[in-house]
């Protein structure tokens, strides 16, 4: 695991030493135990590589790294859990190898078989910036999923590359202008939505991506792997068996992600939410291990956010060596200033407090950690799958009166006290913060399928009125024609949610949180492989009966008893709502003074400032919404003050 940077100047109008260096510098938590630098100044080519060494400690391992043939050299960023096979391959071919590094692996890959075709064959998570020196060509590639990041940006001959944003602003022709059309996308969203960022001309490589550039046609990007057409051939040719028959298939494929995630040359240890994703990780680790696996969960004083009891429960079952932290508000506000560095754009996924948390509490004992990440998305773990599921013909295509009336009272209700009327439902059944999804469905009831999911999405409804100036960009949730081509909803909503949600939500969070303590995460889930088996699955074998994840549920039942498996879904939530109106009171208000919001221009004062004082009498706005302000106004004092 490491962090990647380089450039590549058509002008050489700069010694590149000292810039790749400055630009490497800024990675050294995602790698600090190596670094490296090359440049060819007459090419205007330099690649930075800062390393975490997982597999292969040796100098064997030191990157950038230069093939055998002298041809090419990469910088790379991940872990490829088939590399040995790959390399039994290249071997067979001819290719010789001075260590046992994934990275050499890669490059002798491309070397062979061209950037593309290795990317193809590869499971696993990476990024990687390959320099073809015959063909003066850079490549850069991301992988399928978006598991590791990358930023590039190309302006006046120059293109920039690296694993974060911070690496780019390192280099002294780097001067980026915000984008107020994605501050306005960011606070509908709580993140900056791929392919854009906070900046103009700065870019996310988008999953399953290889961006090409040289000095004549400049940089262009082309897809090797793509989601719509797992989509489409999975509808195509839909698995036939028994549910059994897809337990059985499930396992297989998830027992080999897990153990081919298990080897390494540090401690390894895994993430332990209690919930069904993390608990069947850490299920197939230990009936993979010899000895008790070392999990890591994070629990609250206040019971409705709190997991830690079904985590204790789940690992005292399996057998693990379990390690859990109580988190308080006086943990959140130490992680809160170190946020806007760590995310380096605005980012306000609450629960980046507790990844951030769990990570550093991880990272005393172990170097890898695996996690449960991707299950809500591939088998139907949101709530409103089970929503659409269940009531989708009521809430679309009943009469607009009845609509209308329903609109009315979920909207009308507060939320707190929708919250206290759901503790009449089964605790299995009963929805997490059941009240503000009430408050949200009211206000999508009227508009169709497609206004509903992205009601559910949005944490600032009209965010183009609160930017001055701004339109935010929009993504494929408003596409027209994908409710066409994929007439389902409920898949509809599990393709819009592992295209964008993902990636540039739930992924960026854990990387960021891990990488800042040099922590690696794997997440077996997300191996592509059983992506594609899981959108094979029909909607009944994911989502049932108000229930999701039914085969993954099913697979659980094989290592725990029934009614560790019987939970309602949670989330990895926090209770920022109450915190805002008490410890963390005093530090909100400071950012949210009309003041402070016209210091940095960019989000009118009024509308923010009845939302903060709705809030504090106990009112219906989402905390969500204000956090959204929050870490924006954080991370302009830090980056633009």
Known sequence: MCGIAGFHDSRQSRSGEQVIAAMTDTLIHRGPDDGGAW??????????????????????????????????????????????????????????????????????????????????????????????????????????????????????????????????????????????????????????????????????????????????????????WSLDDVVREGSSSPFEGSEEEAVERLDGLL???????????????????????????????????????????????????????????????????????????????????????????????????????????????????????????????YTRYFTADRHGWALFHSPAPVRKAAACLFAGVPPKAWDAASGLMPESRRPAHFGEQLHKLGKALGGGEDAFYRALVSHWDAPDSLVEGAEEYRTVAWDD??????????????????????????????DRASMAVSLEVRVPLLDHRVVEFAWTLPRAMKVRDGEGKRVLRQLLRRYVPDDLVKRRKMGFAVPVGDWLRGPLKDWAEDLLAPDALKRHGLVKPEPVMRAWREHLKGGGVRPLQLWSVLMLQAWCDAHHS
Request: aromatic share 8%; glycine share 8%; with cysteine.
């Open 39 to 224: 440049q060819d100044r007459e090419a205007g080519i330099a690649l930075g590589s800062r390393r975490l060494a997982i597999i292969d400690l040796s100098e064997a391992g030191h990157q950038p790294m230069t093939s055998a043939c002298g041809g090419y050299v990469i910088a790379y960023n991940g872990e490829i859990y088939n590399a040995s096979e790959l390399r039994t391959e290249l071997e067979r071919a001819g290719k010789h190898f001075r260590g046992y590094s994934d990275t050499e692996v890669i490059l002798e890959g491309c070397a062979l078989w061209g950037v593309e075709e290795t990317a193809r064959r590869i499971i696993g998570m990476f990024a990687f910036a390959l320099w073809d020196k015959g063909e003066k060509r850079l490549f850069v590639v991301r992988d399928r999923l978006g598991i590791k990041p990358l930023y590039w940006s190309f302006e006046n001959g120059l293109l920039l590359f690296g694993s974060e944003l911070k690496a780019l602003h390192a280099h002294p022709d780097f001067s980026p202008a915000i984008d107020r059309n994605a501050v306005a996308s960011y606070l509908r969203h709580t993140y900056v939505p791929a392919p854009h960022t906070i900046y103009e001309q700065v870019h996310k490589l988008e999953p399953g991506r290889i961006l090409v550039h040289d000095a004549e046609t400049g940089p262009r990007t082309k897809v090797y």
């Open 255 to 381: 027992r080999d992600a897990v153990s081919r995630r298990m080897v390494s040359d540090v401690p390894l240890g895994a993430f332990l939410s209690g919930g069904i994703d993390s608990s069947s990780v850490v299920a197939l680790m230990q009936a993979q291990s010899n000895a008790p696996v070392r999990t890591y969960s994070i629990g609250y004083e206040q019971e409705g956010f709190n997991e830690a009891h079904d985590a204790a429960a789940v690992a005292a079952h399996l057998g693990t060596d379990h390690t859990e932290l109580y988190a308080t508000a006086d943990d959140a506000r130490a992680v809160i200033p170190r946020l806007p560095e760590i995310y380096d754009e605005p980012f306000a996924d609450s629960s980046q407090i507790p990844t951030c948390l769990v990570s550093a509490l991880t990272k005393r004992h172990v170097t890898v950690a695996l996690s449960g990440d991707g299950g809500d998305e591939l088998f139907g773990g």
């Open 481 to 510: 024609g994908l409710s066409a081509r994929m007439p389902d909803f409920v898949s509809r909503m599990q393709y819009l949610d592992t295209a964008t949600y993902l990636p540039d939500d739930i992924l960026t969070k854990v």
